[in-house]
C-alpha cells in the first residue's frame, strides 16, 4: 500500500469506527453506584458536602446553613491508552492485528469510569471522604455523636440471625441516620454491591423465600445485586441508597474518553522510528458524596 494522505485518513477512520462501535457495545455498571458531575475545570470543590439540605418550617429569618470550613476537592487526571501502528504494516497491507487493539482502546476508554469507582468503593475503609473521615468509618460526627457506617460482619444466608447481623444491620443502621439538628434522612438502601465471590449468597439473598435455617427470608426483594469483579475483597460487601440525587459515589468527568490519532508523515516518530499512533485520551476523577448513603463491610 502507497502511505499517502487519502489511505491514511482510510485506515484512521476505521481504526475510529472499530473503536466507537466497541465504546459503544462495552458494559458498564458505574452508574449503578456512582453519579456522573460535569468539570470545566482542573478540579472540583466539594465543600458543600458538609450539607445534606432539608426543607423546615420558616419560622422568623431563614436558617442559611454555611460551607464547612475545611475543603473537599478532586482533581482530574489524565488517562490514555495508546497504540503503535507500524509503517512496514501499512506498506505490507498487514493492518489485521491492529482491528482489535482500536476495539479494546474503545472497550477501555468505556470503562474507564467503573475503574475509577470500583477503585473508589474497594478502597473506602482507608480513603477520607469530604468530613475529613475514612468513607467507611465507625466514628462520623453527627452534632457530636458518633456515628458509624462500617461494618465487619460476614453477609450470610445460613440463619435468620446471621442474615439479621449482616445485611440486616447495615439496612437498620442506614435507615437510622440523622442530619445534624436530629432528624431521620430517610436513607433508603437499595443496592447490595459484592464481589464475584459473595454473588451467588447476595442473589439468594435477594430472592429466596426462606433461608438456609428454613425461616422465612425477610430481606426478600429489599434491594438491587450489583456485581463486579474490580472489587478487591472477596469478603466485603457495600449496601447503598441511589434513590436520592446525589449518589454515595462521584464520578468527575473533564473531558469524556475520545479517539486520538498521529498521522503526520513529517513527525519526528514517524521519520525516526516509522511509528504512527492511536488510541483514546480523557480526563475525569472520583471522589465520595454523602457517607451517609453507603454502609461497607469488610466481611471479616
Known amino acids: 500500500m502507497i502511505i499517502n494522505r487519502a489511505n491514511l485518513t482510510e485506515i484512521f477512520k476505521n481504526l475510529k469506527t472499530a473503536f466507537a462501535k466497541q465504546f459503544e457495545a462495552a458494559p458498564s455498571n458505574w452508574e449503578k453506584v456512582a453519579m456522573l458531575v460535569p468539570s470545566t475545570g482542573s478540579q472540583n470543590d466539594y465543600k458543600w458536602l458538609a450539607n445534606f439540605p432539608r426543607m423546615r418550617k420558616w419560622i422568623g429569618d431563614k436558617n442559611v ?125 437499595n443496592v447490595l454491591l459484592v464481589p464475584p465471590a459473595l454473588e451467588d449468597t447476595a442473589n439468594a439473598l435477594m430472592t429466596v423465600d426462606r433461608l438456609e435455617d428454613g425461616k422465612p427470608n425477610p430481606y426478600k426483594n429489599t434491594a438491587e445485586v450489583v456485581v463486579d469483579a474490580r472489587l478487591t475483597s472477596d469478603t466485603a460487601w457495600f449496601l447503598l441508597d441511589t434513590t436520592k440525587p446525589v449518589k454515595p459515589i462521584v464520578y468527575q468527568e473533564r473531558k469524556k474518553p475520545n479517539f486520538v490519532e498521529q498521522t503526520d508523515t513529517s513527525s519526528d516518530n514517524v521519520f525516526m522510528r516509522k511509528k504512527f499512533k492511536f488510541g483514546a485520551e480523557a480526563r475525569a476523577a472520583g471522589g465520595y458524596g454523602f457517607w451517609q448513603l453507603a454502609y461497607g463491610s469488610t466481611g471479616q
Open 65 to 189: 446553613k454555611a460551607l464547612e470550613g475545611f475543603g473537599y476537592t478532586i482533581v482530574n487526571d489524565d488517562w490514555e491508552a495508546t497504540v503503535e501502528v507500524d509503517r512496514n504494516d501499512i506498506e505490507d497491507d498487514n493492518l489485521g492485528v491492529y482491528a482489535p487493539q482500536a476495539q479494546m482502546a474503545g472497550h477501555s476508554a468505556k470503562q474507564l469510569p467503573d475503574e475509577i469507582v470500583f477503585e473508589l468503593v474497594s478502597e473506602g475503609f482507608t480513603n477520607k471522604c469530604f468530613d475529613g473521615q475514612p468513607f467507611f468509618d465507625t466514628d462520623h460526627e453527627v452534632d457530636g455523636q458518633s456515628v458509624s457506617n462500617k461494618g465487619s460482619a460476614v453477609l450470610s444466608i445460613a440463619t435468620l440471625a446471621q442474615a439479621q447481623a449482616s445485611f440486616g444491620a447495615a439496612r437498620t443502621a442506614m435507615r437510622k441516620f440523622k442530619d445534624d439538628e436530629g432528624r431521620p434522612l430517610n436513607i433508603t438502601p
